[in-house]
T-cell receptor, first 109, second 113 residues
Framework: RKEVEQDPGPFNVPEGATVAFNCTYSNSASQSFFWYRQDCRKEPKLLMS???SGNEDGRFTAQLNRASQYISLLIRDSKLSDSATYLC??????????FGAGTRLTVKP | DGGITQSPKYLFRKEGQNVTLSCEQN?????MYWYRQDPGQGLRLIYY???????QKGDIAEGYSVSREKKESFPLTVTSAQKNPTAFYLCASSPRDRGTEAFFGQGTRLTVV
């Protein structure tokens, strides 16, 4: 079983749609959580951190459920520029940092 | 200009040869990482280092070696023992503090010919 599991998609949605991605992790010792965005043939870049209380950044909302060991990302009012692969990241106490396989999103006009 | 630099961007290697990928950072980060990414796949951890002179194996360390003699540098050697080395290699660094993000280099595309 992979340490971090994500639905690979692809998700194909129209502009303006709301889309949600989920990610589960297996190690309860996980310390920090993030969502990264990766454009085609580029390096990943931080989208947002994920906190137990939930956090929002414009159209993006991230949630963490420690009891069920999953994190989620909600994108509202999708834009064409949101098309990318979204990677969930789990960091353990010893700085071991693991990525999910990524969920590919395509937003269409 | 602070950042993390990988070189070269593209690398071609003959089968059976060792090759070393460079990763340098001037962010004063303690932790550094190497990942491998295959087409349509996520990032798989090869090695990581929390501090100078220390490193740990990730999920796919076989056929790879690393060193961490300086805080700024974490080179990755792809040895001839790596059976399928063609991939996109990404290096990252982060502070050791909780909850802080990692920064990535632009990656090295290695092709074995």
């Amino acid at each position: 079983r992979k340490e971090v599991e994500q639905d690979p998609g692809p998700f194909n949605v129209p502009e303006g749609a709301t889309v949600a991605f989920n990610c589960t992790y297996s190690n309860s010792a996980s310390q920090s959580f993030f969502w990264y965005r990766q454009d085609c043939r580029k390096e990943p870049k931080l989208l947002m951190s994920v906190y137990s209380s939930g956090n929002e950044d414009g159209r993006f909302t991230a949630q963490l459920n420690r009891a069920s060991q999953y994190i989620s990302l909600l994108i509202r009012d999708s834009k064409l520029s949101d098309s990318a692969t979204y990677l969930c990241v789990v960091v353990y106490n010893n700085n071991d940092m693991r990525f999910g396989a990524g969920t590919r999103l395509t937003v269409k006009p | 200009d602070g950042g993390i630099t990988q070189s070269p961007k593209y690398l071609f290697r003959k089968e059976g040869q060792n090759v070393t990928l460079s990763c340098e950072q001037n962010l004063n980060h303690d932790a550094m990482y190497w990942y491998r990414q295959d087409p349509g796949q996520g990032l798989r951890l090869i090695y990581y280092s929390q501090i100078v002179n220390d490193f740990q194996k990730g999920d796919i360390a076989e056929g790879y070696s690393v060193s961490r003699e300086k805080k700024e540098s974490f080179p990755l050697t792809v040895t001839s023992a790596q059976k399928n080395p063609t991939a996109f290699y990404l290096c990252a660094s982060s502070p050791r503090d909780r909850g802080t993000e990692a920064f990535f280099g632009q990656g090295t595309r290695l092709t074995v010919v």
